[in-house]
């Protein structure tokens, strides 16, 4: 018999290139959608709008818009995606009230899986409840039903980016995109879908698709699968289908969660000049 990991290897990949949408199952947002305002409080150097996102029919995404009291439209906008959800590094004295305290505007999103959007602890015995609030297993509930939560989560942060550009407490500032390890995978294809985001900040992300089929023993989240799509693209493919808009990616990871020299990163995203490597 042999090993999963023994037959990817052995399995030649024939690019087909397939629309990154169609590929993810991702969906556009309506045109002309809006930020719902809930509340508006005053903090000690901005204000705070807790605001919600129509991402699709009965799916909110909330998130916190810290907004400066200067108005600095050369400042952008940056949309922060946290693993840990929107209730991250909010307080006062933290960074993103600290960037709007320098006239930075910041969107933190809960994007589905994640935060308020956790899925539902169902009724039931706790130990087999339990295991279906977890993200893996909304990831396989996603892929059963044909729409995998990578392509949910993209279409959660498009939605996000087009009410923004409209919200008058930040329109006309460049937009920024922003997330650390595993949701800078959705946040670099939203960024390829949506011209609109004029920069990428990516912090401790996966460096390829190629690692994870190379790497017997990954953690990678099942998040972050696709079917067939390494038979597509890959992610130094995506990051180069930016340009010339700007990619930063810090402390990046291959599959195993080890962090790679900048050098072998560079080499995997030479064919994409707009990508700069930090360590």
């Known amino acids: 018999s ?10 030649a990949v024939s690019r087909r290139p397939v629309p990154l949408e169609r590929l993810l199952s991702a969906d556009r947002p309506p045109a002309g959608i809006r930020a719902a305002v809930q509340r508006r409080v005053p903090s000690r ?4 709008e807790a605001i919600e996102v129509p991402s699709c029919p009965k799916v909110w995404v909330p998130a916190w818009l810290f907004v400066p ?8 906008l940056v949309v922060a995606l946290e693993p840990g959800g929107r209730n991250v590094r909010w307080r006062e004295g933290e960074l993103y009230q600290s960037l709007a305290a320098e006239g930075v505007a910041v969107c933190v999103a809960n994007l589905r899986g994640l935060g308020d959007l956790t899925p539902e602890f169902s009724r039931g015995a706790a130990g087999y409840a339990r295991s279906h609030n977890e993200d893996e297993d909304y990831a396989w509930a996603s ?10 989560r993209v279409t959660d942060i498009l939605a996000v980016t087009q009410a923004l550009r409209a919200h008058q407490a930040v329109a006309g500032r460049r937009l920024v995109l922003a ?51 390494l038979n597509s693209t890959d992610l130094p493919e995506v990051a180069a289908s930016v340009a010339p808009r700007r990619v930063v990616l810090a402390g990046t990871l291959d599959a195993a969660g080890k962090a790679l020299d900048p050098t072998a990163v560079r080499r995997l995203y030479a064919k994409a000049p707009n990508t700069e490597i930090l360590a």
Do not use: M, W
């Open 45 to 48: 150097d901005c204000d705070i």
């Open 69 to 76: 009291r200067k108005t600095a439209l050369a400042k952008p």
């Open 143 to 152: 892929l059963i039903l044909g729409k995998p939560l990578l392509g949910q």
């Open 2 to 11: 042999k090993t999963p990991f023994a037959l990817n290897q052995e399995q």
């Open 179 to 229: 997330a650390q390890d595993h949701l800078t995978v959705p946040a670099l294809f939203a960024a390829a879908l949506d011209p609109d985001i004029h920069s990428l900040y990516l912090a401790r992300g996966l460096v390829s698709y190629r690692s994870i089929v190379d790497t017997e023993n990954y953690n990678h989240p099942f998040a972050n699968f696709v079917p067939e799509l």
